[in-house]
């Protein structure tokens, strides 16, 4: 059965819009006007819906930067998290927006949530923001912060191809070789077939012979014949080759010695 707001609007999942107030439509829309009456008269800007979402969550997810700094100069709590854990500084980086970002940092917001959810930077190299990647990490962001699900902030931005912010996270100083069940930066490149992804990895140092919890190097997510598995193939012969010579030259030596 179908049930509709009073304006008329469906409403698709009842526990998530019944308790949706004046302020977080206001704070949603960008109606700063409106959002502005709303605070005068009183109305309470940390409100939270059943999935403990504030009208500063729905103000940042937008990229409402007006918004976010009316509801922080009347009080909002800038750490305020929902029922994912998440905060307001996530759900801007969420959208991409580096006002709302600046915003909330400049309020206190933690760049570091002491929690194994996603972090403001998992959400910025989730959405692609290398802005977003680049302020997070001058302000003290944890480039190996683990999240259960997706990993750390390298894994998501290679899941997503996000190339610029990989970049960026590993002239940080990112673990390159940083592993989630075993599976590395690596193997997620391998899986996307992604062969500059890949590139970039081997030259950080990514370990080509990494095994995840399945037994699998990256290269056994790679079609045969194809750009990627053709570029892993190539870098492990060379690195045989490399070992090979190696340890020719450490046998040597030690027959000099002798």
């Known amino acids: 059965m179908e049930t509709r707001a009073a304006d008329g609007s469906f409403l698709g999942d009842l526990g998530f819009w019944v308790e949706r107030t004046p302020v977080h439509e206001a704070a949603q829309r960008g109606e700063t006007r409106q959002l502005q009456q709303l605070i005068e008269s009183g109305a309470c800007v940390?409100?939270?819906?059943?999935?403990?979402?504030?009208?500063?969550?729905?103000?940042?997810?937008?990229?409402?930067?007006?918004?976010?700094q009316l509801l922080l100069a009347a009080?909002?709590?800038?750490?305020?998290?929902?029922?994912?854990?998440?905060?307001?500084?996530?759900?801007?980086?969420?959208?991409?927006?580096i006002e709302c970002v600046k915003l909330l940092l400049s309020h206190g917001a933690k760049v570091n949530p002491p929690l194994y959810t996603a972090?403001?930077?998992?959400?910025?190299?989730m959405s692609g923001s290398s802005e977003c990647v680049?302020?997070?990490i001058d302000v003290g962001a944890n480039l190996e912060a683990h999240d259960c699900h997706f990993g750390t902030p390298l894994h998501v931005a290679c899941a997503r191809e996000h190339l610029?912010?990989?970049k960026m996270l590993l002239n940080a100083g990112a673990n390159v070789n940083a592993a989630k069940?075993?599976?590395?930066?690596?193997?997620?490149?391998?899986?996307?077939?992604?062969?500059?992804?890949?590139?970039?990895?081997?030259?950080?140092?990514?370990?080509i012979y990494a095994r995840?919890?399945?037994?699998?190097?990256?290269?056994?997510?790679?079609?045969?014949?194809?750009?990627s598995a053709k570029c892993l193939e190539h870098y492990e012969k060379t690195?045989?080759?490399?070992?090979?010579r190696a340890r020719l030259g450490h046998a040597g030596s030690k027959r000099f010695c002798l």
């Open 134 to 136: 680049r302020l997070l």
């Open 239 to 244: 690195w045989r080759r490399l070992f090979q």
């Open 181 to 207: 069940l075993h599976e590395t930066a690596l193997h997620h490149a391998a899986k996307v077939k992604n062969v500059d992804l890949i590139e970039m990895l081997i030259q950080f140092g990514g370990n």
């Open 212 to 227: 995840d919890n399945r037994g699998r190097k990256p290269s056994d997510y790679t079609w045969s014949s194809s750009a």
């Open 164 to 166: 610029d912010c990989v």
């Open 46 to 68: 940390n409100q939270v819906m059943v999935d403990s979402i504030t009208p500063l969550h729905a103000a940042s997810l937008q990229g409402q930067a007006q918004c976010v």
């Open 119 to 125: 972090s403001p930077l998992h959400e910025a190299c």
């Open 75 to 97: 009080g909002a709590q800038v750490d305020a998290r929902n029922i994912d854990g998440s905060t307001p500084l996530c759900d801007a980086c969420a959208s991409g927006s």
